[in-house]
Every structure is written in C-alpha cells, then in structure tokens.
C-alpha cells in the first residue's frame, strides 16, 4: 500500500515464499521471496545450465505484455548513480541481475573501486525511502535530483556456490 503497510489481501499478512520451476528439463529451481512495503527481492539458486534464464526472460515478457516495459531496469549496475539514475527516468524498476552471487561477492571487496561498493547501499537507501524522497548524492559540479517514492526490485540468479561465498563473505 502507498502508506507503507501490508497488502493482506495477498495471501492473508502479505507476505509469501513460492518455489517455482521454470526450466524446461523439470528441475526445481531454489527461490527466496522477500516482499517488503511493495518491494520484492527474489533469488533464483541453480547449477549452471539448468534454466535459471527462463524467470528472467518470463520476467521480461510479462512486464512487455502488461505495457510495463518500461520498468524492466538492466541485467547489471556499475554503480549506484546508475541505479539512481534509472530510478530517475522512472522511479518504479525491475533489476534483472545475472550472476547475482557473483555480483554480490564483488561489491564489499576491498579491491573494488568506491562506486561499485556503493550500490548496495544505494540499494538500501531507495528500498529506505519507498514511502518518501531519496534525495540522492550530492556530486561535484552536479545536484542530486530527488526520487519520490523509488521502488526498487530486484530478481536476481545465481549457482549455489556463488551465492553461498557471496554470503559468508569469501
């Protein structure tokens, strides 16, 4: 709902976790579901070459089919700016992320360079501001446009061991 709360007429306290099997040879597909004020963060864990693209590509096609293929962000983000600019052009989006465990091990690095490490926390921010205005960051030369109410979402695939050394930090 605008004012923040739970839908609870989506499946009765407005949360849910579903497993899906989308890959064409019938094997299950491990997802996380996380629905948050209207946001949702969903992960699709399988060995490579087993079909983790179809969701993704399904993603794509219902957004199209719906007239909302507008809102389908990008397979990748270089930086937080990016995700703040794709917000900017509209502020409710679709990130598509390929490699999300691969994604995820790379950001905290410390030999990663500042703006990548900082789009988890732009991330954070947006999904902090969803009921109001992230102002955004302040830049040499450059003043930071303000989103009303970003809503962000993130569909992301990956194989066990990326994410499971993503998480543990390794």
């Given amino acids: 709902h605008p004012n923040g709360t739970y839908d609870t007429s989506f499946d ?13 040879n ?13 946001k949702a963060v969903v992960v699709g864990v399988a060995e490579s070459g087993v079909g ?14 719906a007239g909302l293929a507008d809102r389908v962000g990008a397979d990748d983000v270089s930086s937080g700016a990016a995700i703040a600019t794709l917000l900017q052009n509209h502020p409710c ?16 690095s410390k030999s990663a360079a500042s703006f990548e490490r ?22 040499a030369g450059k003043q930071p446009t303000p989103i009303e109410r ?8 990956t194989t ?3 994410l499971t050394r993503a998480l543990k930090g390794s």
């Fill in 118 to 139: 900082q789009i988890v926390t732009t991330a954070i921010r947006m999904w902090s501001s969803a009921s109001g205005t992230y102002l955004g960051k302040s830049m």
């Fill in 12 to 24: 009765g306290d407005g949360w849910a976790r579903y497993e899906f099997d989308l890959t064409a």
């Fill in 52 to 65: 983790k693209e179809t969701g993704r590509q399904c993603s794509i096609a219902l957004l199209r089919a």
């Fill in 150 to 157: 970003p809503h962000l979402s993130i569909y992301g695939t």
């Fill in 160 to 162: 066990p061991g990326s």
């Fill in 93 to 108: 989006r679709i990130l598509l992320l390929h490699e999300l465990g691969r994604l995820l091990e790379g950001y905290p």
């Fill in 26 to 38: 019938g094997r299950d597909i491990a997802n996380a579901v996380a629905l948050s004020g209207g």
